[in-house]
C-alpha cells in the first residue's frame, strides 16, 4: 500500500525534496543543487535525479509512493501544471511540468506554487490545522500569499489568485518601488530584505543610528539581516524595536484589506521573518483591529505557522495530498 | 406552480420590492418609505405591508412565489439572515429579518447586502451571464464590492466578506479619511460625492478652475454632482475630463490589487458612477494593466453593469432564486 506523499519543492538555487506520510512525518529528504544557469534541461534533469536518489536511500520503491506534489516558483498554473518563465529557472518558458514528472514516474503528480502549497501544509499538519478557510502568508525574501477556501486552494481564473504580496497600500509613494512595477506593494514595504533597507536607512540617519546592531555583525551594516535586527530588538535596541513594530503596521494594515474582502476563519503567518515572535505580532494584531470595518475581526486569529524547517517540501507534499 | 421570486430592497429612506421572474422579467415593483426615523418596528412592517402591497397590485397569490429575497444595508450576515445595525436603520440590531420574513409570510427567504445581491443579479441576467467567476463593484454614494466564486456568493467565516470599498491604496494619506477610520479606502478616493469634492476642490484653485460645470447647474458649485462632471466631461471640459480620469486611475489601481488577490473571470462595474462610460472604463483598463502582476490580467473583462434601473430589486429577487 502506498504510505507516503513525494514533495520537491524547486527553487532557482536548490531542490529540496523529501518523502511525508499523511500524518506529515518526514521520513527522508535531500537537497540538490538545481544548476539554473545552466537551464532548462539541466536542472529538470537534476529533479528527477533528486527524485530517483530519494527513492533509493529512503528505501523505498515507487509504489510506495501516494503522490507527487511540486512546488515551483512562479508565475505557473496549478490547474494546467504548466511553469511560465520563473526569472529565476533559466529557459522554463511554459514547462508542462505535471505532464512531464507523471509520464517519467508514472505517479499522480500536481504542481503548484509556494505559498499556496505552504498554506496547505499548515492546514494539514500545522497551526491551521482544523480551518478551512485560511490566508496564509510567508514574509521572507517576498512575500507571498495562499487563499484556502473550503479546505481548497483558491486557485481563480487563471491560476493567479493570491497573489497578496502585490497589493499596493501605498500607490503614489516613490521611495517604495516595487519589483513588479507598482509603488507600495507590501513585499516593497515589509518583506525582509525591504525591512533591513529602511533600517539602514535609519541608521546612516543620524540619533537613531546608535543601533547595537552594527556591534553585532562581523563587517557591521553591510551584514545586518532581520535576524540581526530581530536580535538587537530583544536587546532592547530601539531603532531595532521601531523597525519591527512599523513592519508590524504595514503587515496590519495590509491584513485588514485582506480581511474586508476575504473575511478568513484565520490567518497564518510564516517565513523567516514570522520567527521575530510577539513583538511582530503584537503590532500587526493591534493593527488589524484599526484596519478594518469586519466586526469579528478582533476575533479571527493571526498565528505563526508551525511548520518551519522544510516548509517547502511539506507544502509540496501536502498538494499531493489533497 | 410557482413563478416569481419576490425581491425587496430596504434603504434608508426607501423599501423597493417587485415580483421578477426567472427570465429576469419584472412583472410589478412599488416603493414605500422605509420610515426609518420612527424605528424598527415602523420600517419592518413597511416591509410587510410592501410585500402585502406587491401581491395584491401585481395579481399574484402566495403561491405563486417561489422565494424571497432582501436586500439591507450592512452590517449583516447573509448565512444567519441577521442584520447587525445598520447606521442608517435606527433600532435595527441584531434583527433576524430572514426569520421573521419567513414565518410571516411562509416563504424561504434569504437575505443578503445590495452589491453581493446586484453581482447575482448580473450573473443570471446582467453583464456577467455565463460567466461564475466574478468580481462585482458598484461605484456611486459608497463603493460595495461582491465575490462570485463558483457560480455562488463568497461570504467568508463571518458573512462579511467581499467588503473591498474599504481596501486602502494610501494608508497614510491624511487627505483621504474614509467614514469607516481608515485613511486611502477606494471608496474615499473614488466614491461618487468624494470624486466631486474634489473636483470642487481643483475649482476653488485658481486656473484649472475654469470649467464649464459652474454655469451648468442652478447655483453653480453647490449643485454639481457626478452627473454634472459627467456632462461636462462630453462636453470637453478639461477639468471634468481629468477628474473623471484620476478616478478611473484610483479605481484602476485598486482593480489591479483586486485582480492579484481573486484572478475572476470577469469585473462588473455598476453604480450610477458607470455610466460615465468609455472616458471612465478606458483609464480603469489601462491602469488595471499597469498595476497587476497577472500576466492573464489584460484578458480580463472589465464592463459595465447591464442592469441600471431596479437593480437593489432585480438583486434581491436573484438572491432568492440561486
Not at 67 to 85: H, W
Not at 197 to 205: D, E, G, H, V
Request: charged share 20%; net charge positive.
Amino acid at each position: 500500500m502506498a504510505k507516503y506523499f513525494l514533495g520537491i519543492d524547486i527553487g532557482g538555487t536548490k531542490i529540496a525534496s523529501g518523502l511525508v506520510s499523511a500524518e506529515g512525518k518526514l521520513k527522508k529528504s535531500i537537497i540538490l543543487p538545481t544548476l539554473a544557469e545552466r537551464g532548462k534541461n539541466v536542472s529538470l534533469n537534476q529533479l528527477f535525479i533528486s527524485i530517483d536518489m530519494l527513492l533509493k536511500t529512503g528505501g523505498v520503491s515507487k509504489k510506495d509512493i501516494k503522490g507527487i506534489g511540486v512546488c515551483a516558483p512562479g508565475p505557473l498554473n496549478p490547474q494546467k501544471r504548466i511553469i511560465y518563465n520563473p526569472p529565476n529557472l533559466q529557459g522554463w518558458v511554459k514547462v508542462p511540468l505535471g505532464d512531464l514528472v507523471e509520464e517519467r514516474l508514472k505517479i499522480k503528480t500536481k504542481v503548484e506554487n509556494d505559498a499556496n502549497a505552504a498554506g496547505v501544509a499548515e492546514m494539514l499538519w500545522g497551526s491551521a490545522k482544523g480551518y478551512k478557510n485560511i490566508f496564509y502568508v510567508t514574509v521572507s525574501t517576498g512575500i507571498g500569499t495562499g487563499i484556502i477556501i473550503d479546505g481548497k486552494l483558491y486557485h481563480g481564473k487563471n491560476g493567479m489568485a493570491g497573489e497578496g504580496g502585490h497589493v499596493t497600500i501605498s500607490y503614489n509613494d516613490e521611495t517604495v518601488l516595487c519589483a513588479c512595477g507598482s509603488k507600495g506593494c507590501i513585499e516593497a514595504l515589509a518583506s525582509g530584505p525591504n525591512t533591513v533597507k529602511r533600517f539602514l536607512k535609519n541608521i546612516s540617519r543620524g540619533p537613531e543610528g546608535e543601533s547595537l546592531t552594527v556591534n553585532m555583525t562581523k563587517n557591521g551594516a553591510a551584514d545586518i539581516t532581520m535576524k540581526t535586527i530581530a536580535d538587537a530588538a530583544k536587546r532592547g535596541d530601539s531603532l531595532a524595536i521601531k523597525t519591527i513594530q512599523e513592519e508590524g503596521r504595514f503587515l496590519g494594515i495590509w491584513l485588514g484589506n485582506m480581511i474586508n474582502i476575504l473575511d478568513p476563519e484565520i490567518i497564518v503567518i510564516g517565513g523567516g521573518v514570522s520567527l521575530i515572535g510577539n513583538l511582530l505580532f503584537k503590532e500587526i494584531k493591534d493593527t488589524v483591529k484599526k484596519h478594518t470595518i469586519n466586526i469579528f475581526a478582533s476575533k479571527t486569529p493571526i498565528v505563526a505557522a508551525k511548520l518551519k524547517k522544510n516548509v517547502g517540501v511539506f507544502g509540496a507534499a501536502a498538494i499531493a495530498m489533497i
